[in-house]
Each structure stands twice: as C-alpha cells, then as structure tokens.
C-alpha cells in the first residue's frame, strides 16, 4: 500500500507543479487535491481554497493531531533555465516551481493521511489541512481554518527539513519607522538633514543586541530590509523611511519586541504591521520528537518562518526536501526524499499513534 500511495503521491506532485496557484490564487490546485481525496472515498471540506478533512473514527474525546503543509506558491523568478509550470524528471530529481516548497511536503502528509484514514483505535485524532496563502502569510490561509477545523492539540508542518526535526522557529515582525529632519534646498547648509541622520540610526539597528539568547533559535535577528527618501536631486527630504525585519526566538514575544523597539530605538516612530506570527516550538520530551529520534532524526532550531507561526499549541516542522532550494531558480526535489519521507512520516506516526 505504501508503495503505491508513493508512486500516487508523486503523480500528484507532478499535477500540482504544472498547475499555477500563487497564494490566493490556488483554485486549481485545490480542485486537484480535492479529486484525490474523492478518488479515495475521503470526505474533506473546502473553505476558500483551503482542502481539510478528519481520520474516519475521529473521536471527540481523543486529542488531535493536525497535519498540514501549503499548495500556494512564490511567483518564478527571473534565473530560471526550466519551464517553472513542467514537471521534469531529469537524474533522480523533480523540477518544477513548488516542488521542494512545498509540494513534496504535501503530497508526502496527503499520501500518510490516506494510509491511516480508515484505522481504529488511534491514540489521536487526525486532521489534515492542505493550505492556501502560506507564502503571503494571507488572510485565507491555516489562520484562517483554526475557528473552523477541530481543536489542534499538536501539529505538524509540512516544510522541507531533510526529514530532520524542527522543534522550534523563529516568529517574525516586520516594522516600519521613520527618521526626520528639516527639509530644505540643497544648495543652501542644513545640518538637520534627515538621510544623514538616518546614518546613526542604521548603525544602532546593527549594533543593537537583545539580551536573551536561545539554546535553540540563538539571538534575535534584526536587519533593516529597506530604505526609502527622497524625490529629486535639489531637495532635501524632511524624513527617511526604513523597514525593518525581526526573527524573533523563543525568548520572547512579538510585544515584547515591540515594546523595547519602540522605546529604545532612535527612530522619531516606529510601528509594527503585525504581531501575530509569533515564534513556535515543542517539548523535546514530547512523543512526536521521541518518536523522531528513536529514527535517527536530528532536531535543530529554524530561521525560517512558515504557517506554525499562527499555531497556538506545541508544533513540530517537518517534511522531505532542502529549505535551502525554496525560491530558488530550477527548484527541485530528489523524488528518494518523497519516497523517505512518506516512509519516515508513516514510521514516525505509528510510534505515536
């Protein structure tokens, strides 16, 4: 049975990359995933373009575990060499824009879905959610789902981490700040200048440390991303606008961050756009990473944000594929790590369940 559901698996993986679905944009993909749930005799539910369905003998009185990776993907960029919407089989690999990211990943927790669908007497409950909008951080992606689908006491996100384990990832807070100044010509002295200003201002944002350090995520990183000011050659603006992107770790929350930002950095104002996709992790006793290790998988801290950032419960992130191939030209994914993938996710679930 597991050979076939790999073999049916990768048929869909193929599917999925020569069928456009960047984030909100998924319809299609979703009616693919939808035709194997049916092809299954699998009830799901639809909301948007977000497929998720229960195990056959859900079980109220059981907890649940939620398996979920996303069918939306980035738009190709400009270094590709491929045809990005063609699924190529060249070596041992699968080309094609989604593939590694994350395509691989969910067709491997679809086909482990369908393995254990019918089963009795599972320890947990199982809900799959094949979601949209995960690259855009959407409105109508997995956050989205979280008042619709049953109570999640546990989860795993499908993202490439060479079947490694994920036990923690970094949340994220993009701010937005301003430095001022006087505006003035430039042909005339101004020693209130807001673009020179801004110069003090970058060194502190790359200077600045946050105390706390994780065993797990490190340090806090904080990177100013963007720089605007500025609209012709002869005027001096009267502010400068920066974006600023913070990895947050496990030692504090998104507020907190806010909090020390707002009154420690030199900026005349800075603001958060959101504080909702927080850092995430689970015990290193937990029975999914005992399970994972009892396998012979590594655990490590993730730099990388994906859709456990709007996961309240403890959340484990694995799946077959290399982040390091994410959004990059000519993405691929070995089709042996599709194959050890449903393998170790089977293994890993049949520990657990």
């Not at 951080?137 to 993202?159: F, Y």
């Not at 104002?269 to 290790?293: C, D, F, K, Q, Y």
Request: net charge negative.
């Amino acid at each position: 049975m597991i050979e076939k559901l790999t073999k049916e698996a990768i048929a869909l993986l193929k599917q999925l990359i020569e069928t456009p679905s960047f984030s909100s944009e998924e319809e299609q993909t979703a009616l693919l995933i939808e035709a194997w749930f049916t092809s299954k005799k699998i009830p799901f539910n639809r909301d948007h373009n977000n497929i998720w369905g229960t195990n056959k003998h859900f079980d109220d009185s059981k907890p649940t575990l939620l398996l979920n990776s996303h069918h939306d993907t980035v738009k190709p960029n400009n270094g590709y060499t491929k045809d990005p919407f063609k699924a190529i089989e060249e070596e041992g690999k699968l080309y094609g824009l989604g593939s590694n990211d994350a395509g691989g990943c969910l067709v491997s927790l679809i086909a482990t879905f369908t393995y254990f669908y019918e089963k009795k007497n599972l320890n947990y409950n199982l809900v799959i959610v094949a979601s949209a909008e995960e690259e855009s951080s959407g409105p109508r992606g997995l956050n989205s789902m979280l008042d619709i689908i049953p109570k999640i006491d546990v989860a795993i996100v499908g993202e490439p981490t060479l079947m490694n384990l994920a036990i923690a990832e970094k949340g994220l807070v993009v701010f937005d700040a301003k430095v001022k100044g006087t505006a003035g010509h430039a042909a005339h002295p101004n020693e209130d200048n807001a673009i020179y200003n801004t110069i003090e201002v970058l060194q502190w944002f790359k200077d600045y440390q946050f105390a706390r350090n994780s065993p797990v995520l490190g340090d806090v990183k904080m990177t100013v991303t963007q720089i605007n000011a500025g609209k012709q050659h002869n005027a001096i603006p009267s502010e400068v606008d920066l974006v600023i992107d913070v990895r947050v770790n496990d030692k504090y929350t998104n507020e907190q961050i806010a909090e020390i930002l707002t009154r420690k950095s030199p900026c005349a104002t800075i603001t958060p756009r959101s504080l909702r996709l927080n850092s995430s992790s689970i015990p290193m006793n937990h029975a999914l990473v005992e399970a994972g290790i009892e396998l012979d998988r590594s655990t490590y801290g993730s730099p990388t944000l994906s859709d456990q950032a709007v996961l309240s419960c403890p959340s484990l992130k694995l799946g077959p594929g290399d982040s390091t191939r994410s959004h990059t030209a000519d993405e691929f994914i070995y089709l042996a790590e599709i194959e050890e993938g449903i393998d170790l996710y089977i293994k890993l679930l049949e520990k657990v369940l």
